[in-house]
């Protein structure tokens, strides 16, 4: 169940993104929205000191939504940095 809230939370995160850069591009928002899960989960699974499978811990969940909102940023950057 864990697992699924970070991935949710990601995919919100990065949703949230889309909106309010006014992103038109199909292809941007799902490219943001997977920086987010993948931010999400690479920060949120090691910090859960249970089985990410069974529950998650206050702090996986807040750190994992940290880590989506880095993710971002970083793609964001990067994006800019190929296109000019």
Known sequence: M???I???TGAAIGWLATVINDVRSPQQTTNKVLAGICGA?????PVNQ?????????????LGAF?????????????KAQTG
């Open 2 to 4: 864990g697992l699924l």
């Open 6 to 8: 970070l991935i949710a």
């Open 50 to 62: 249970a089985s990410i499978l069974a529950g998650l811990s206050p702090a996986a969940l807040l």
């Open 67 to 79: 880590g989506s909102f880095i993710a971002i940023l970083a793609y964001r950057y990067l994006h």
């Open 41 to 45: 989960l690479i920060v949120g699974v």
